[in-house]
């Protein structure tokens, strides 16, 4: 079975500041990851996924994350952040057979500080 | 990208009552949905995974007479929380893939907050 440890449950940032939310995950096959964000009291939306290729995904809103099988993570950066990216951000993971059963993160709450 | 929408948004109930909320894939055909429980601060349980004209899959822990679910059409897919009681009370979340990919992309509805008092 996969798991997913999203390494720090919060994250103060300043504006403009760059980011770095981390995710590390364990299973015994290849997978797909994910990094979903979630605003308050609504669903999820998709930032950016890896499923094969390039190691270095480009998502939405300026977000990138760089997949690292060796270490077993899927960070999540973005170079300079605004007060709108506060949320509350999960990594998930799907076993390529699993057939989109997604096992989330703890998440990360990314708070931006003017 | 396809919209997932759920309804209604919030709930609240007395204890005892039983709620239903739906899961509606609004421009393209779900043959699975999924859902899961979000507790305050925490992460997305996966619940149950409904497949169109068959039954639900649920998950280890997870009572399949208190929370049933119904996915009678390929749009549309029912949670039905019965005799909620307090500790039923959470944000619940469906996610519809659509048909024939495997490649795990999720979109996701609103969210349901359920309230039981």
């Known amino acids: 079975a996969q798991s997913v440890t999203q390494l720090d449950s919060q994250v103060p940032v300043f504006e403009e500041a760059p980011v770095e939310l981390r995710c590390n995950y364990s299973?015994?096959?290849?997978?797909?990851l994910f990094w979903y964000v979630q605003y308050p009291n609504q669903g999820l939306q998709l930032l950016l996924k890896?499923?094969?290729?390039?190691?270095l995904v480009k998502g939405i809103n300026g977000f990138e994350a760089e997949f690292n099988k060796s270490q077993t993570s899927f960070h999540l950066r973005k170079p300079s952040v605004h007060i709108s990216d506060t949320a509350e951000y999960f990594c998930?993971?799907?076993?390529?057979?699993?057939?989109?059963?997604?096992?989330f993160g703890e998440g990360t709450q990314l708070t931006v500080n003017p | 990208g396809a919209v997932v929408s759920q309804h209604p948004s919030w709930v609240i109930c007395k204890s005892g009552t039983s709620v239903k909320i739906e899961c509606r894939s609004l421009?393209?055909?779900?043959?699975?949905m999924f859902w899961y429980r979000q507790f305050p601060k925490q992460s997305l349980m996966l619940m149950a995974t409904?497949?169109?004209?068959?039954?639900?899959?649920?998950e280890q822990g997870v009572e399949k007479d208190k929370f049933l679910i119904n996915h009678a059409s390929l749009t549309l897919s029912t949670l039905t929380v019965t005799s909620a009681h307090p500790e039923d009370s959470s944000f619940y979340i469906c996610?519809?893939?659509?048909?024939?990919?495997?490649?795990?992309?999720?979109?996701f509805g609103e969210g349901s907050r359920l309230t039981v008092l």
């Open positions: 996610s519809a893939r659509t048909g024939g990919s495997n490649t795990g992309e999720l979109f």
């Open positions: 299973s015994s096959v290849s997978v797909y």
């Open positions: 890896y499923l094969s290729g390039s190691t």
């Open positions: 998930a993971v799907s076993e390529e057979t699993s057939g989109s059963r997604l096992t």
């Open positions: 421009d393209f055909q779900a043959t699975t």
């Open positions: 409904s497949n169109e004209g068959s039954k639900a899959t649920y």
